[in-house]
């Protein structure tokens, strides 16, 4: 990417609030970003497999899903959000595989690649770049870790309700005085949330029901405000009746 | 798979638009994929002309020898005037894309470029910035390709004095 590039602002101030980059200098920033290539992905897409084992990408702008999903009965999993400032995938970075995943693109996005030879190259000649790795591998590997102690341990409202409780953003009022914004998962589908929790639709949209009912949230225009923080925190509590009667059925 | 996309280039001035194009020909590049859309300034002491004469289109004006050029090797042209700014003009395949978007929308309140540019997926912040460079007078250039292509094309455009080289998928 180059220095005269009009959308160079922008890659640079990503760059600097990503904590994959947090620990570099500014000049050691602006190196690096030369190396990168710019691209733009529309909302729906799916990076090739063959891309990700060959080139690494940071998100400057938009979401990506990193999805699992079983090979018979095409049932998905989310595995990781990733938002602006993440990169991906760090994986096939450590170990040079491909990685059976799907990322999918959430928004339009707009990403910068480089080939993965060059950012192995940049662990071993920038100590400042390896230091802000491994704390950023850790940070992931501990996400991922809570998804299986999730998905082991917590039954389905549970684990929405974490989801949500995960990516809320208290003190942050916009349009209700007593709502918190939910940053990230808002203008998700229900399809989404669902693969999210490890759940299906239905499910998830009968618990937000539920929750929008008792008046625990609230979902305007796809935006999802918890109204009630305590509620959720708790959500056992405030289970349907007709799903914990159900629950063995409930995937 | 084979993922399609557009890679997207941008020059600020004909020179450099001009080099780019010399050097896509010589690497026997194919050029029916590509585009090429710039403005021609109108100055009340200048003269902007286009004829149509047995079977091919051709320009006179200051920036001539540039379109001619362009005019000669790829094939759909179309102009379109900006008021106070100048004629916006596009040659290339993008020219198909731009009339089947108008043709859908013919009422439509956006510029004919960005109709064009939404259609192949490019994204509505990343038109208006493309829109706002082209009435600052710089040149966009356009290739349409499998994944390799266009990483092909990127490397040799982003080596011609290009301002910012993108892929986009669309």
């Given at each position: 990417m180059k220095f005269q590039s009009p959308f160079y602002p922008d890659a640079l101030t990503a760059f600097k609030k990503s904590r994959f980059f947090s620990g570099l200098n500014q000049q050691e920033i602006e190196t690096m970003l030369q190396g990168f290539l710019r691209e733009t992905w529309k909302k729906g897409s799916i990076f090739p497999s063959q891309q990700?084992?060959?080139?690494?990408?940071?998100l400057i702008k938009g979401r990506i899903e990193m999805i699992k999903m079983h090979p018979d009965t095409g049932r998905e999993l989310t595995v990781m959000l990733l938002n602006p400032g993440d990169a991906f995938d760090v994986v096939t970075l450590v170990d040079g595989k491909a990685h059976d995943v799907i990322p999918q693109a959430l928004d339009d996005l707009e990403v910068l690649?480089?080939?993965?030879?060059?950012?192995?190259?940049?662990?071993?000649?920038?100590?400042?770049?390896?230091?802000?790795?491994?704390?950023?591998?850790?940070?992931?590997?501990?996400?991922?870790?809570?998804?299986?102690?999730d998905l082991a341990l917590h039954d389905t409202v549970t684990r929405l309700g974490k989801v949500i409780m995960r990516h809320a953003v208290p003190g942050d009022m916009v349009a209700e005085p007593h709502a918190t914004p939910v940053k990230l998962v808002h203008n998700l589908s229900h399809e989404t949330l669902a693969r999210m929790t490890g759940s299906v639709r239905v499910v998830v949209s009968r618990h937000i029901q539920h929750w929008k009912e008792q008046g625990t949230v609230d979902v305007r225009r796809k935006e999802l405000a918890i109204r009630d923080l305590g509620e959720l925190v708790s959500p056992e509590l405030k289970e349907p009746q007709e799903i914990k009667g159900n629950r063995n059925a409930i995937p | 798979?084979?993922?399609?996309?557009?890679?997207?280039?941008?020059?600020?001035?004909?020179?450099?638009?001009?080099?780019?194009?010399?050097?896509?020909?010589?690497?026997?590049?194919?050029?029916?994929?590509?585009?090429?859309?710039?403005?021609?300034?109108?100055?009340?002491?200048?003269?902007?002309?286009?004829?149509?004469?047995?079977?091919?289109?051709?320009?006179?004006g200051r920036l001539s020898p540039f379109w001619n050029r362009a005019l000669d090797r790829l094939?759909?042209?179309?102009?379109?005037?900006?008021?106070?700014?100048?004629?916006?003009?596009?040659?290339?395949p993008l020219v198909s894309t731009m009339?089947?978007?108008?043709?859908?929308?013919?009422?439509?309140?956006?510029?004919?470029?960005?109709?064009?540019?939404?259609?192949?997926?490019v994204s509505s912040g990343n038109v208006d910035l493309y829109e706002s460079m082209l009435n600052a007078n710089a040149f966009l250039i356009l290739e349409q390709g499998t994944q390799d292509e266009i990483h092909r094309v990127h490397d040799l455009l982003m080596h011609h004095d290009a301002m910012d080289v993108t892929i986009h998928y669309g």
């Open positions: 990700t084992l060959e080139r690494f990408r940071v690649s480089v080939p993965m030879s060059t950012v192995r190259n940049w662990i071993n000649v920038h100590p400042a770049f390896n230091q802000t790795l491994l704390p950023y591998l850790g940070e992931q590997m501990r996400t991922l870790e809570n998804l299986a102690a | 798979m084979k993922n399609q996309g557009y890679c997207i280039a941008l020059y600020k001035t004909v020179e450099a638009a001009e080099k780019v194009f010399s050097a896509l020909e010589q690497t026997r590049f194919d050029l029916c994929t590509v585009s090429v859309a710039g403005k021609q300034p109108l100055r009340e002491e200048q003269i902007f002309g286009y004829c149509h004469d047995a079977g091919q289109v051709k320009c006179w094939s759909g042209f179309a102009f379109y005037i900006v008021s106070n700014e100048g004629l916006i003009i596009v040659v290339g009339m089947r978007g108008l043709k859908e929308g013919p009422e439509t309140k956006y510029s004919p470029i960005r109709v064009a540019l939404s259609r192949i997926g």
